[in-house]
């Protein structure tokens, strides 16, 4: 297999808004972000990806961009940008930007200037469209937010596509002018000296010519056969690559949605000259009652089966990433662990063990080395996300679902979980703010925080800093060939790494009971090289405790 550094790097994600404020104002910033370098240092990641920090005016938290070349003002200047990327360079961390160009914010010079005429040089960098006969929107498809995915404009009496909020007009990638804008402004950050983009929703640019209706699910048609995984999107990418990405050292990570096994192959494949990773999302989306709405957890078995299947069908042919959670993504210990107070810590380095010992490129979320849980949410009031509250307000307000029957799964999957700010330690606020949060602090930080945790040899942080650790110092980790034990085990996550003549044995627990597990033969005596238990695994019958998890290394 082809070396890279991006396979061997562990990357850790930044949701600018919620991880540090600088100046009292509530909200996160890029001089926030640099003062805390030295921590992300200590904790041995070797990139950031930054979630969107441009002009934009907050529909979607940043993921509206009106100019992709300007600093948000709450986020501070292009200066500071400046400050922090150098200051970033300074400790060998690299930063990747998020590139959010499947849409633009309605407030975007080009979406301002289309919406005024039919005439307009810019009409065509949107998709606009006539409505039906008796003036409703031109077919049944929904957007990911609620709502229909047209919204009518008076001005020129016509619809225009959006697959997120009516304030994300999505852009029209077959005009060759759209691409030749949208890559320009790439070269202009890669001469900057950025190390690589994180590219939003980017399956979702082509669209088919033909737009019928959709299969009616929920609500609405759905709009994915006709937009995921369009019929130009390789066209695209390649495009794209041969135009900018091949002319920097930088990595790609394409945010996938609706990617398969086989799609990643050409995606992220070795030699097909698009992107360097993919994020999938079975494993996240292999729930859901009402829609994406669940308190339902997923069975292990499922899991596995999903995990294992990545694993195995991308070895030597394509690069994938790993992660439990992300900024649209409920707590990982919350969802897939137990964050019940005795078994927080122990199943957040179970989890970690899990992931991080598979192929991949690991993805760490801003607190998710802390060990950082679900929200207590209270009411409606509580939450900031327009997926949330327009979820709300289309499954519960309008009577198809009862608030008893809707909240736990509101709260389960909202995306707020995971934007509530970092916990930095145990003063007001969680030491994230001086001033009022734009959104609640977790009222557990004074247990779960950073200061108390870089303390604490046996903390979840301290944990994670030698997972890191482990994937420089050994190669299997990183390229070693994965194979799936114990596939029907309900309780156990058990799997071994092959590269030349070393093996890796991990082993998770998945269950809040003992666990009675046989050592396979070869690693009987083997070298523990990690476990989240005090007295590691000695021996060949092992009662693990719950949520037990170690790794077993031989040559
Ligand atoms: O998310 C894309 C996406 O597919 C989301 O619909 C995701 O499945 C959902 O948020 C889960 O509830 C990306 C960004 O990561 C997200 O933050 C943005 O809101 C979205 O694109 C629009 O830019
Ligand atoms: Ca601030």
Redesign the pocket.
Known sequence: MVKKWWKEAVIYQIYPRSFMDSNGDGIGDLKGITGRLDYLKYLGIDVIWL?PVYQSPND??G??ISDYQAIMDEFGTMEDFDEMLAEAHKRNIRIVM?L?V??TSDEHRWFVESRKSKENPYRDYYIWREGKEDGTAPNNWGA??GGSAWEYDEETKMYYLH???KK?PDLNWDNPKVRREVFDMMTWWCEKGIDGFRM??IS?ISKTKEMPDGEVQGFYGNANPYCVNGPKVHDYLQEMNEKVLSKYDIMTVG?T?GVTTELAKQYAGEDTRELNMVFQ?EHV?SDGKYG?WTDEKVPLPVLKKIMSRWQTELYEKAWNSLFWD????PRAVSRFGDDRPEYREVSAKMLATCLHMMQGTPYIYQGEELGMTNYPFRSMQDFRD??SVNAYREWCESGHVSHEAFWPCLTA?S?DNARTPMQWDDTENAGFSKGTPWIGVNPNYKEINARTETEDKNSVFHYYKKLIGLRKQYPVIVYGKYELLLEDSKELFVYTRVLEGEKLLTVCSFSDKEVEFTVPEEFVGTDCIISNRENAYEGKMVTLEPYEAFVLYRR
């Open positions: 979630s979607d938290n993921y509206d998020d959010v499947n849409h990911c937010f697959m997120f909020s994300q939003d929703v979702m945010e949605a999302f989306e994406k992300n900024h649209d993504q327009i997926e999957k995306r």
